[in-house]
C-alpha cells in the first residue's frame, strides 16, 4: 500500500506587506512644516486632509509667529485654524490648493502586531518611509507639553522633524499620527490613534485657537511692524506713507515719485504675510517673507502681467533708523519671486 504524505508549507513570517507601492501612491499628500518662533525656527511634518488643509502635532506649530508649508519643493504660508493641545493634534489652513494625495482617517485602531510605516522627514533630511509593527494601545507619556493618554506604541522609526506625519497601514489609511519617541529607550516611538485624531481632525472637536505670541526681539517686532504697514500704505493707495517705509537710497533708485507707485500698484492688494526668518545683525537683518497678491490683468510683473493671483517669497534687508528699521532692498528668495495662486 502506498501511503500519501501531505505537507503543509509554513505560515511566513515577518512583514508581508509591501509599502513601495503605498509609498509611491500617498508621499505626495506628505508636506514639510516650518515654524517660526520667537526662538527660531522649528520643522515637523504634516499630510494633507484636503487640498488646502493639514493635519501636524500641535508641538510643531507650538509658539509659531508664523508657519509655511512645503510640498515639492514649493513653500506656501499657512495658518492655525486650531489646536488641541490635550491630544497633541493641529490642523493648518493652506493658502493654495496642493495638488498631493489626500489621507483618509482608518475608522478603528490598528491592533497590535499590525504592519505600518511612518513618512515625513526625519532629522530634517529629505522625505522617507520607515516600517514598523504596532506594538500596544492605550499608553500614556510624560512630555514637555504635557501629559497624553491613550496613545499607541511602535517599533517604527520615528525622529525629530517625523512629528505631525501620518503613520499608515498597507492600505495608504492613517492609523496613526507621529507624535513622541522614548529617548531613553531604541523602538519605542508614539502616535495619536485614529480613536483620538478623528473628532478634532476630521470634525474640529476640541479645536482651540492659540495665542500668538509677542517676541522679545526689538528687530522682529520692528521688520514685522515696517512690512504690515508698508502693504497697509499700498493698499489703500497711501504711496507716500509706503515711501516712508523704504530707506532714501532704495527710495530713490525705485520709487522716486508717487506717480511710480500709481503706475505699478494702482490695483495690488497684499495680504497674508509670513515672516518666515529673520536673520543677519541687528542693524541691518535681512527678512524672508512671503505674502499674496492680487491685481488686475495687465498689472502684474514682468513676465506675469495678466496674473490676477501670485504668492510671493522675497527677501528684503532693512536697515534701522533710531528705532525704526526700513527697507533698503528687496530680491527674490527664489527664482522666480513668485508662482501663481
Not at 501612491?25 to 494633507?48: E, H, M, N, P
Not at 522679545?216 to 520692528?222: K, T, V
Not at 525705485?254 to 529673520?278: G, Q, R
Not at 541691518?284 to 514682468?302: I, K, L, N
Request: charged content about 15%; aromatic content about 8%.
Amino acid at each position: 500500500m502506498v501511503t500519501t504524505v501531505v505537507t503543509t508549507a509554513p505560515s511566513p513570517t515577518g512583514p508581508v506587506a509591501d509599502f513601495a507601492t503605498v509609498y509611491a501612491r500617498v508621499q505626495s499628500g506628505v508636506g514639510l512644516i516650518v515654524a517660526t518662533t520667537c526662538q527660531g525656527l522649528y520643522t515637523g511634518s504634516g499630510f494633507l486632509l484636503d487640498t488646502r488643509t493639514m493635519a501636524t502635532a500641535a508641538h510643531v506649530v507650538s509658539g509659531a509667529t508664523a508657519i509655511s508649508v512645503e510640498f515639492g519643493g514649493k513653500r506656501q504660508p499657512a495658518e492655525v485654524v486650531g489646536v488641541d493641545p490635550t491630544i497633541d493634534v493641529a490642523v493648518l489652513s493652506l493658502t493654495s490648493d496642493v495638488q498631493g494625495h489626500v489621507f483618509q482617517l482608518a475608522d478603528e485602531d490598528p491592533q497590535p502586531g499590525t504592519h505600518v510605516a511612518a513618512i515625513g522627514f526625519p532629522l530634517g533630511e529629505p522625505k522617507s518611509l520607515t516600517e514598523g509593527t504596532v506594538s500596544g494601545l492605550g499608553r500614556n507619556l510624560g512630555t514637555e507639553p504635557g501629559q497624553f493618554h491613550g496613545l499607541m506604541q511602535t517599533d517604527t522609526a520615528i525622529n525629530p522633524v517625523n512629528s505631525g506625519g501620518p503613520l499608515v497601514d498597507i492600505e495608504g489609511r492613517v492609523v496613526g499620527l507621529a507624535d513622541a519617541i522614548r529617548t531613553d529607550a531604541q523602538g519605542i516611538g508614539f502616535a495619536v490613534p485614529p480613536s483620538l485624531a478623528a473628532p478634532a481632525l476630521v470634525h474640529g472637536v476640541g479645536l482651540e485657537q492659540p495665542e500668538t505670541p509677542v517676541c522679545s526681539s526689538p528687530a522682529e517686532i520692528g521688520v514685522r511692524h515696517t512690512l504690515l504697514a508698508y502693504f497697509a500704505a499700498i493698499n489703500t493707495g497711501d504711496y507716500e506713507g509706503a515711501m516712508r517705509q523704504l530707506s532714501r537710497a532704495y527710495r530713490a533708485e525705485n520709487f522716486s515719485e508717487p506717480n511710480l507707485w500709481y503706475d505699478a500698484y494702482a490695483t495690488s492688494h497684499d495680504d497674508h504675510l509670513s515672516i518666515v526668518a529673520v536673520s543677519g545683525p541687528v542693524a541691518r537683518p535681512r527678512v524672508w517673507a512671503m505674502f499674496r497678491s492680487q491685481q488686475d490683468p495687465g498689472y502684474g510683473p514682468a513676465g506675469a502681467k495678466a496674473a490676477t493671483c501670485l504668492l510671493w517669497s522675497v527677501d528684503y534687508v532693512m536697515v534701522q533708523l533710531g528705532r525704526r528699521w526700513v527697507i533698503d532692498a528687496a530680491s527674490g528668495h527664489s527664482e522666480p519671486a513668485y508662482r501663481q495662486c
